[in-house]
């Protein structure tokens, strides 16, 4: 089970002080967030991919390969990709040349954001969104598995004899991820690659992520990839912790009252009740993190988001030590307790380079 977190990078008025930070402090920021996360024994940093304010990630290679340079063991990675505004081409030999660079400490997320104007600012037509997604990532899928591509689609030129570079480190191409919130097409996607589905689980009730990773679990199973409870399962959850309940209730509330994303909605116990958002202690983070396993079956990845809306540096790093430090060590070891020998862990380069070992001597 790999645990983590994940940041969209958002620049937010702080509602306590109505300071705003930089961007440049906004990304030092989630440069110190990502060490953090790795000080405190998390396994993933992930990042977002925006192209509009109030976002600072436009370009998740860049900060994740600084970030590697900095770091010695997490795993780097994105909470979307935009598979339909991107080249495919760009996106492979990015990724490959990150892979390189960070060890092999890299996978991504695949998505088609939450930003409707991106499309046309990238040339691209939002109600193509969904073949986009679906051909952008089967002309990915080849460029890192063949050494010369022959291709023709729908929106592209063709390719001739191409080669993508640098290949993928040890001939393994990074884990995909298809990263959805409403799409039961993605989840197919996901399937019939024997990729990994990531439930963003985090502004929707939970039944709504119940149907969209039973359908994914179904057809991977439909494909041959192995049993449904075999499928790869990423989870997203948002988290706010002091040692007494009252207190996280007390300090976050502004916070949630006018973050940008859903502010002036839901009351903050309504949206606690009805999503995966935990505002109390460290023991109120467990049992409601522990209860995802009885709606989603035994799953590979938990990632947590936890520097939005406005939190000052000072408070999220106070939030991973609790992480680190009270909640996840407890998780893994539920989690890894409750989890059946047939059940796949997450996987990593060490893992997918093992397989392809064993597949050449098989």
Do not use: C
């Amino acid at each position: 089970m790999q645990f983590g977190i994940f940041t969209v990078g958002d620049v937010t008025t702080d509602p306590t002080t109505g300071r705003t930070p930089t961007e440049a402090e906004r990304i030092k920021a989630m440069v110190a967030i990502a060490e953090k996360a790795e000080e405190v024994g998390l396994d993933v940093f992930a990042t977002g991919e925006h192209h509009n304010p109030p976002f600072v990630p436009s370009s998740p290679t860049t900060m994740l390969g600084y970030i590697a340079a900095r770091t010695e063991r997490i795993m780097l990675s994105t909470s979307t990709t935009l598979i339909t505004t991107n080249d495919p081409v760009k996106i492979a030999e990015d990724f490959a040349m990150l892979q390189h660079l960070a060890g092999g400490r890299v996978d991504l997320m695949l998505g088609r954001g939450n930003t409707g104007p991106v499309y046309p600012w990238f040339g691209k037509d939002i109600r193509e969104g969904i073949p986009l997604a679906v051909e952008n990532y089967a002309l990915l899928h080849k460029l890192w598995r063949e050494d010369v591509v022959n291709w023709q689609g729908r929106f592209r030129t063709p390719l001739q004899s191409f080669t993508s570079t640098p290949r993928p480190l040890d001939d393994v191409p990074p884990f995909v991820w298809h990263g959805s919130i409403r799409s039961p097409e993605i989840a197919e996607q996901a399937a019939y690659y024997g990729d990994g589905f990531f439930a963003n689980n985090i502004f929707w009730p939970r039944d709504h992520f119940v149907r969209l990773i039973d359908l994914y679990r179904r057809r991977f199973e439909h494909y041959g990839h192995g049993s449904a409870d075999q499928a790869i399962v990423g989870l997203g959850g948002q988290v706010f912790m002091r040692k007494n309940s009252q207190d996280a209730v007390r300090e976050f509330r502004p916070y949630f009252d006018n973050a940008p994303v859903y502010g002036h909605g839901p009351s903050l116990e309504e949206f606690t009740d009805q999503t995966p958002l935990t505002v109390g202690s460290p023991q109120e983070v467990i049992d409601k993190t522990l209860s995802f396993r009885e709606s989603f079956g035994d799953y590979q990845r938990q990632l947590f988001l936890m520097d939005h809306a406005g939190l000052p540096l000072k408070t999220v790093l106070e939030q991973l030590d609790l992480l680190g430090e009270e909640v996840v060590p407890v998780l893994r070891r539920e989690f890894d307790a409750l989890r059946p020998a047939h059940v796949p862990e997450a996987p990593t380069h060490a893992s997918l380079l093992a397989a392809k070992k064993a597949e050449v001597l098989s």
